[in-house]
């Protein structure tokens, strides 16, 4: 393995621990694919958790604009998903904090009581995946709105949909990136054509 696992390695990685799927797959969007990832259970194992971690750390690292400003950062999750990353990058950066947002009982997407941005506080956005991007969007208004500034973006795997959103300017990190094969919905999806076996995927 190399100190920033390849491409290769990763998806080595993930489908060795069942994280990373074949098959017919329906998004609850409606969206069919032949790939589903859940990173999660490549994180049931500490050590490819740190070994992943570790690796979108050294690519930070290597940013130079995020390199001289890794001990001031806070390190912030959309949801629980994104938790084990986000400590394991902010330990190998030395980052100031770890925190994450939560949008449980439909309320939306927001902090814990009393987790408040201060003004000028430098946010890295990390989380296990960007896929339909829509969380990490909201996460970012929700910082930017507490006065914080966003300075980058960092995933394990990106894996874009038609519909994922460009964030610009944004520096944006990731260790691998799939393309799934999307069919909007299974009226125009080759799977079903040829029957292969439906699964519903939650998330
Ligand atoms: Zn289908």
Redesign the pocket.
């Given at each position: 393995m190399h100190i920033v696992p390849t491409q290769e390695e990763v998806v080595g990685l993930l489908k060795e621990s069942g994280a990373l799927r074949e098959g017919?797959f329906?998004y609850p969007n409606g969206l069919?694919s032949d790939e589903y990832l859940q990173v999660a259970l490549a994180m049931r194992h500490y050590e490819y958790a740190k070994l992943l971690s570790v690796g979108l750390s050294r690519l930070l690292r290597a940013d130079h604009e995020i390199h001289p400003i890794t001990r001031e950062l806070s390190i912030v999750a959309p949801a629980t998903g994104g938790l084990p990353v986000a400590y394991g990058v902010g330990e190998a950066l030395h980052a100031k904090q770890v925190y994450w947002a939560e949008d449980e009982e439909g309320k939306g997407l927001h902090f814990r009581q009393f987790m408040e941005q201060h003004p000028g506080e430098r946010v890295l956005l990390v989380d296990d995946i960007l896929r339909t991007g829509r969380k990490l969007t909201e996460l970012k208004k929700l910082v930017e709105a507490g006065g914080a500034e966003v300075v980058g973006l960092a995933v394990i795997v990106y894996q874009p949909t038609p519909a994922t959103p460009d964030f610009g300017k944004l520096p944006f990190f990731y260790l691998a990136k799939l393309d799934a094969h999307y069919?909007r919905d299974?009226a125009t999806?080759?799977?079903?054509k040829r029957g292969?076996p439906?699964q519903k995927v939650w998330i």
């Open positions: 017919h329906e069919h069919y299974a999806c080759d799977l079903c292969v439906l």
